[in-house]
């Protein structure tokens, strides 16, 4: 039952080349960074990965795209990563665009042994009727396009077939966890981590407080324990190494006037 690993390169070192992956993060809050780094350090190539986004230039998943070892992204959005950019639209990447809320129902109901479900998302668009590049050439022109889908009526209104999505692994970070891998997460960083961490077959995750069993609320676990197969504690510098994507500050009292 202790699910406990002595350290992130163990946690990770049995993930082949091509192996496909669910990660917890949006921007990059929640985003598993140590295991991330540890995958890196490990060397696995060709990975498909699946999140909401491919994080930024230099933290997250874009230190995985920046070394040319993700070969298939699905997510919601490339956002400020240039280079993500630059290798979907230069034909080095292939990625699927899927609509944010649609993504989370697909890794929950890949979680939930639900093989496909409609949704009035994307109904009479290219998610829909197909059409959207996956794939671009070296030349620049569109070399592999998505495929129509299945579209039903349901009460008068159309809906489009989209299947649950399971993975291989899943990399996740809560902030909370137990030695059998109970987890709970806090605020922001709930976002995609706990149908990350339902979705895939073997479930990695880092935890920022290690905690023995019964000492978390059981109405207070996101994720419980048969959904997590390895748990890593971090250090102290671990937990505070958070990056900020855009930071914001209020204006000093009088600063404006100043200007």
């Known amino acids: 039952m202790d699910k406990v690993v002595r350290d992130p390169a163990e946690a990770v070192a049995d993930i082949p080349d091509g192996a496909s992956l669910a990660v917890g993060g949006f921007g990059l809050s929640g985003v598993p960074n140590v295991l991330i780094a540890a995958l890196y350090a490990q060397g696995a190539t060709a990975l498909s990965v699946v999140s909401n986004n491919c994080g930024v230039d230099d933290a997250g998943l874009g230190v995985l795209l920046a070394a040319g070892r993700i070969a298939r992204v699905t997510g919601s959005y490339i956002g400020t990563n240039k280079e993500f950019a630059r ?131 059981p109405d207070g676990v996101h994720v419980p324990s048969v959904f997590v197969q390895r748990v890593v504690p971090l250090t102290p510098t671990q937990v505070a190494d958070k990056g900020i994507e855009k930071r914001t500050v209020r204006p000093v009292a009088g600063e404006a006037e100043d200007r």
């Open 87 to 217: 290798q979907y639209l230069g034909g080095e990447l292939e990625v699927e665009l899927v609509p944010q809320g649609t993504l989370a129902e697909r890794l929950r109901a890949g979680g939930c042994g639900i093989p496909a479900f409609y949704t009035l998302a994307g109904v009479g668009t290219q998610v829909a009727e197909g059409g959207l590049p996956l794939r671009y050439g070296p030349d620049g022109e569109v070399a592999m396009v998505s495929q129509p889908k299945e579209v039903r009526e349901f009460g008068g209104r159309a809906h489009v077939l989209e299947h649950g999505i399971t993975t291989d692994f899943a990399l996740v970070r809560a902030w909370k966890g137990d030695r059998h891998g109970n987890l709970v997460f806090r605020r922001a960083a709930r976002n995609f981590n706990p149908p990350a961490a339902m979705a895939a077959r073997t479930t990695l995750a880092e935890v920022e407080l290690l905690v023995e069993p019964g000492e978390l609320d």
